[in-house]
């Protein structure tokens, strides 16, 4: 049986065809287990279940290969109430301006970026609500397929779980010795003999960089408390490509351009050196054009391309104007988009280069908002 999926399984039914996946939900359930997530018990008149599914997710190396195949079981926290199966629920993650800052900080001093993953990241988490949810398909106890799992731990997807986890790891960094920014609270950072580290979250994902010494000795310090995985260098972070060498850090999201020029049918567009064009009466609609048909497609790419800022910062000035339009585009709108993917598809390699040097906070404006009588 092949362990070649080039689309990551919606159903149970689909998954088991291949052995990667039966393996990686064989790998989750035995984490459940070893984390004491639940106990199994009948099913509780008067209260309510939430019921439950396999989630299969395909992690990418930068060129696209597929680097590890993951099943999650996880809650369907839809179908939770509000004061009866969760209470709060809101948990931050990290700011990519955050991330390029780090990154920026990184090169000119000369670090490396190192990142890590949490394995089962949600089961980590305690809960303290009464929460009943289904046996996970596959692996229903024999004899007692009828009974429910109470919940003793986080799942993912359930509404609390981010919150449960973002509590359980930031107690144990503050135990560290780390200081939590205030400006970004998944952003900290530590010094030790006046050697610096700095440990940047979102979610399961994490990245250190700083002095190499400290770097592996909270690796290490980390793999003692949850289950991770060292991921070495970090090349491939939250749809960033990074590629590092000695003096010179470089992000990029090639791949995620060409999956756009794809998905929109522009992979062999003639590419153009414009971004987009500036006769602000057309775009802002004061010149009468028609209404574009199929709004919904526009709005679709567009929201596409905002990701995309990332790492390509100089983009944000179209995209912000393309987005002003989202309610009634026009034709000549959809034509503006089109001509920004065609720009795209000559600039697949483009990205942000940052180098060893001096730190310099620079800033710049435009009295005039660039002649926009919008703005």
């Known amino acids: 049986m092949s362990t070649i999926i080039q689309n990551e399984p919606s159903s ?20 459940i287990m070893k984390n004491d997530v639940w106990d199994v018990v009948p099913r509780p008149q008067g209260k ?14 930068v060129d696209g290969s597929a680097e590890k195949y993951k099943a999650h079981f996880v809650a369907r926290g839809f179908s939770q109430k509000e004061g009866i199966d969760y209470d709060k629920i809101f948990a931050s993650v990290t700011r990519y301006t955050t991330i390029r ?3 920026a900080l990184t090169a000119s001093q000369g670090w490396n970026l190192h990142q890590m993953d949490v394995t089962t990241t949600f089961l980590h988490g305690s809960i303290k609500e009464e929460v009943y949810v289904e046996q996970p398909k596959g692996f229903e106890i024999y004899d007692r397929e009828s009974h429910v799992c109470r919940l003793k731990k986080a799942l ?6 981010p919150r449960a986890w973002y509590e359980r790891i ?48 909270c690796k290490r310090e980390m793999a003692s408390e949850f289950e991770m995985k060292d991921l070495g ?11 590092q060498k000695p003096g010179e850090i470089f992000l990029s999201q090639g791949k995620y351009v060409v999956k756009i020029l794809e998905r929109f049918g522009m992979v062999d567009c003639k590419p153009i050196t414009t971004l987009i064009e500036l006769d602000f009466k057309k775009l802002s ?37 393309l987005s002003q339009h ?50």
């Open 285 to 321: 609609g004061s010149v009468v054009r028609p209404v574009l048909r199929n709004a919904t497609e526009y709005r679709q790419l567009v929201r596409a391309l905002m990701f995309l800022v990332n790492s390509r910062p100089y983009i944000c000035f179209a995209i912000n104007t």
């Open 48 to 61: 309510a279940v939430v019921t439950s599914k396999w989630l299969y997710k395909i992690k990418h190396e």
């Open 156 to 161: 993912y997807e359930l509404k609390q779980a």
């Open 170 to 217: 930031d107690s144990y960094l503050m135990k560290l010795g780390f200081t939590r920014s205030e400006v970004d609270p998944n952003l900290y950072f530590k010094v030790t003999d006046d050697k610096p580290l700095i440990l940047v979250l979102y979610v399961e994902d994490l990245f250190l960089t700083g002095a190499d010494p400290l770097i592996h000795e």
């Open 101 to 103: 800052s780090i990154i």
């Open 12 to 31: 149970f039914t689909d998954a088991i065809k291949h052995q990667v996946l039966k393996d990686s939900m064989i790998e989750e359930y035995e984490s």
């Open 326 to 375: 989202m309610v009634e585009p026009h034709h000549s709108h959809w034509i503006d988009a089109k001509n920004l993917l065609r720009y795209l598809r000559g600039t697949i390699t483009h990205g942000l280069r940052y180098t060893a040097g001096d730190v310099r906070l620079l800033g710049y404006t435009d009295a005039d908002w660039a002649s926009s009588v919008v703005d």
């Open 233 to 243: 260098l970090m090349h491939y972070f939250l749809g960033l490509e990074v590629w």
